[in-house]
C-alpha cells in the first residue's frame, strides 16, 4: 500500500448552470431546515415574520445542518450522475433538520408520510412537527427515510458504516463523522475498520470528517491541530485524505465536485482491480476532510457576538424571541437570505428545474432500500439443530462441551449461507477460546493487515469470521449488517460486554421504535452468546467487570429483548436455532463454554 501525499483537484467540473442550481438547491435544504427548527406557521414567509409565526420553545441544532446539507446535493449529483447505490449516515448528533429536508425534496418523505405533501400546507406541517410535542426527534433518528443510524448518541457512524459495506459489492456508504463525534473512543478505534474491508466482495465507505470547529460550547480536539498533524493522523489510519476548505459557496461546490469525482473514481478503480486480478494488497481508501464555518450561511454575529464560525451557532442561534423582539427581524432576514421565492412556486412546491436534480427511485438515498434493511431481509438457510445433539442415555450422565456443540451448529450455518452472504460472527478475539472454532473449517477470520506464516486462519481475506479487541467495534459492525438486511452472531464474555450498554440501548430503542413505523420492515434479531459468566469465579467473574448485563436488558420491553439461560448442550442448540430464526429481537443468552453434563434432563428432542 503507497501512502502518497495529498492531490487536492483543482479542476471545475461544474457548468454555470449547475452551479446555480446546486447552489440553489442547497439554499432550499437550508432554508426548510431553519423553518424546522423555528416556525410554527407563515412557512413561506409570505407575510412579515411575526412572534407567533415562531415555536415558543426553540429546540435543535443549526451548526452542524448546513454542512450536512452541502454534502447531500453533491452525492445527489454524483448518483445521478453514475448510478451510483449509496446511503448516508449522519454522525453529527442532532443534524435531523438537514436529512428530513433533503428527504423531502427528494420527495421520500412525502411518499413515506403523505400528509407532509409537496406544498405550502406541507411545508407548514414538515416545520411544525420537528422536536414538536407529538412529532418527531430532533436527530436523525428512526422516523428519518433513508436512516439505519439513531443520531442521539455519538461515535457511532463510522462503525455501522463500515458493518453496512460488507458483503454489500455494489454499495457506497458516506460516513460523515462529526468533529465531535471524533473525540468519541469509539469512533477512534472505528477508522481501522479499514483493516477488514475487503474490496472483492465488500462494498466502500466514503468518510468524511465535517470538520466545523466546535461543540456546544468549545473547540474540536481535530479542528485545533495543525493541518498537517491531522493529514498524519489520518494517513496513519491508512486512508488517502482530501481536502474540501473554504466558506464561499461558489469555490466549495466546485471544489466539492472536483473531489467527489477523484474520490468515487479511485474507490471503483480500486475495486476493479482486486475483482479482477485479486486482492494481495490492502488498499488506501480515499477520505475527505470537509472545513467549513459551523453555522455556515447563519447569522454572522448575534448581538454583537460572532456566531457564524462560533460556538454560538451550534443549536439555535436565536433563541430569545420573545424577550428580544429584533430576534424576529434576524430571523425572517436570515430566512429570506435564501430566497425561497426563487426556489418553490406558488403553491409551496419545489421548482421544476430543481427537482430534477435529485435522483429517481431507490436511487434516492432516503429511499436506498439498504436504509430499510427488512425489505432485503432473507431467511438463512438453516441446518436440522437436532442433528447435532450429544447423545443422552441418561439424564445427568454425559459431559460435554456446550458451546463447542453449537459450533458445529454455527459451523453448518456459515457453510449453507456462504453462497448467500449474508452471515458473519463477530467477537473480541475470542471464537476459538468460546468454543466457537468449529467455524474455522469452512471460513478464517477476515484481515487485510499483514500476516505471518504462524498465523491462525488469517491467511485469506476471505473470512467470515470477524475479530478485533473492541466490543464497540463489534457491536457496530454487527448493527450495520443487522440494519442493512442480513444477519450475524456475536460471542463475548459476560464480563466484557457492558462495554456497548450504550450501543445496546441504542439498538433497543430502534428496535421499538421502527416497530411502531409501518414502512419500516423487521430485521434480523442481534444475538449475544455471553460466555465465561460470572459463576465461572475461577475465570473472570468478579475479577473483571460487572457481570450485570442480564440486569440492563431485562429493563426494557419484552417486545424487544428476550433472554436464555440454557443449562445444558442440546438446549444451547435450541435456543441457539430460535434466535437465529427470529425477527427484531435482541437475544441474549449466556452459557458456559466449558465441559458440563451434556443434558441435565432429557435429550432434546425428547
Known amino acids: 500500500m503507497m501512502l502518497g501525499t495529498t492531490e487536492i483537484p483543482q479542476l471545475k467540473p461544474l457548468s454555470d448552470s449547475e452551479l446555480h442550481k ?22 413561506l414567509l409570505k407575510e412579515p415574520l411575526k412572534l407567533e409565526h415562531v415555536k415558543p420553545r426553540l429546540l435543535g441544532h443549526w451548526g452542524t445542518t448546513p454542512g450536512l446539507n452541502f454534502i447531500y446535493v453533491h452525492l445527489n449529483r454524483i448518483i445521478k ?15 435531523g433538520p438537514g436529512l428530513v429536508a433533503n428527504t423531502y425534496l427528494e420527495g421520500t418523505y412525502t411518499e413515506y408520510y403523505s400528509n407532509i405533501s409537496e406544498d405550502e400546507e406541507g411545508i407548514q406541517r414538515l416545520f411544525k412537527q420537528f422536536s414538536f410535542p407529538g412529532g418527531i426527534p430532533s436527530h436523525v433518528a428512526p422516523e428519518t427515510p433513508g436512516s439505519i443510524h439513531e443520531g442521539g448518541e455519538l461515535g457511532y457512524a463510522l462503525v455501522h458504516a463500515y458493518g453496512a459495506a460488507f458483503d454489500n459489492p455494489d454499495l457506497i456508504v458516506a460516513a460523515v463523522v462529526g468533529d465531535g463525534e471524533a473525540e468519541t473512543g469509539p469512533l477512534a478505534a472505528s477508522w481501522h475498520s479499514n483493516k477488514f474491508l475487503n474490496p472483492v466482495r465488500d462494498g466502500a465507505v466514503l468518510p468524511i470528517l465535517h470538520l466545523n470547529g466546535y461543540k456546544i460550547a468549545n473547540p474540536t480536539v481535530l479542528a485545533r491541530i495543525p493541518r498537517e498533524e491531522l493529514e498524519s493522523l489520518m494517513i496513519g489510519y491508512g486512508y488517502k485524505p482530501y481536502w474540501v476548505e473554504g466558506s464561499d459557496p461558489e469555490t466549495m461546490h466546485q471544489l466539492m465536485a472536483a473531489t467527489l469525482d477523484t474520490a468515487i473514481g479511485e474507490i471503483k478503480a480500486i475495486q476493479e482491480k482486486a475483482r479482477t486480478e485479486g486482492c494481495t494488497d490492502r488498499p488506501q481508501w480515499p477520505m475527505i476532510v470537509m472545513k467549513t464555518p459551523k453555522g455556515w450561511t447563519g447569522p454572522k454575529e448575534v448581538d454583537g457576538k460572532k456566531t457564524e464560525g462560533s460556538w454560538r451557532s451550534h443549536q439555535v442561534p436565536l433563541a430569545e424571541m420573545a424577550s428580544k423582539p429584533g430576534h424576529v427581524q434576524l430571523l425572517e432576514d436570515w430566512m429570506k437570505s ?21 435522483p429517481k ?93 504462524e498465523d491462525d486462519h488469517l491467511f485469506t481475506p476471505e473470512g467470515r469470521v470477524m475479530e478485533v479487541l473492541s466490543e464497540h467495534l463489534c457491536q457496530g459492525w454487527l448493527e450495520g449488517y443487522l440494519l442493512t438486511g442480513r444477519h450475524g452472531f456475536f460471542s463475548c464474555y459476560e464480563a466484557f460486554i457492558h462495554i456497548i450498554d450504550s450501543m445496546f440501548n441504542q439498538h433497543a430503542k430502534w428496535l421499538k421504535t421502527t416497530s ?12 449475544y452468546l455471553l460466555t465465561s459468566h460470572v459463576w465461572r469465579q475461577d475465570h473472570n467473574g468478579f475479577s473483571h467487570q460487572d457481570p450485570g448485563f442480564i440486569d440492563h436488558v431485562i429493563n426494557k420491553k419484552a417486545e424487544v ?14 435456543v441457539t436455532d430460535h434466535c437465529l430464526r427470529s425477527r427484531h429481537y435482541v437475544n441474549v443468552i449466556i452459557a458456559g463454554e466449558a465441559a458440563g453434563f451434556a443434558v441435565f434432563g432429557y435429550g432434546c428432542c425428547d
Open 22 to 43: 446546486m447552489n440553489a438547491y442547497w439554499r432550499a435544504t437550508n432554508y426548510l431546515s431553519v423553518g424546522q427548527i423555528y416556525l410554527l406557521d407563515n412557512p
Open 81 to 95: 450522475a453514475q448510478d451510483i447505490n449509496a446511503i448516508y449516515i449522519a454522525g453529527p448528533g442532532h443534524g
Open 338 to 358: 435564501y430566497k425561497p421565492e426563487e426556489l418553490f412556486d406558488d403553491k409551496g412546491k419545489l421548482i421544476a428545474e430543481l427537482a430534477e436534480l435529485a
Open 361 to 453: 427511485g431507490d436511487r434516492r438515498m432516503g429511499a436506498n432500500p439498504h436504509a430499510n434493511g427488512g425489505k432485503l431481509l432473507r431467511d438463512l438457510r438453516m441446518p436440522e439443530f437436532a442433528d447435532y445433539a450429544v447423545d443422552v442415555q441418561k439424564p445427568g450422565t454425559t459431559m460435554g462441551e456446550a458451546t463447542r456443540v453449537t459450533g458445529r451448529f454455527l459451523r453448518d450455518v456459515m457453510k449453507l449461507n456462504q453462497e448467500n452472504a449474508n452471515f458473519r460472527v463477530v467477537g473480541p478475539d475470542e471464537t476459538a477460546s468460546n468454543r466457537l472454532d468449529p467455524l474455522f473449517e469452512v471460513t478464517s477470520r477476515e484481515w487485510m493487515a499483514e500476516t505471518l506464516p
Open 516 to 527: 411502531e413505523i409501518p414502512w419500516r420492515r423487521p430485521i434480523a434479531s442481534l444475538n
Open 561 to 574: 429483548v428476550r433472554i436464555y439461560l440454557p443449562p445444558d448442550a442440546n438446549t444451547l442448540l435450541s
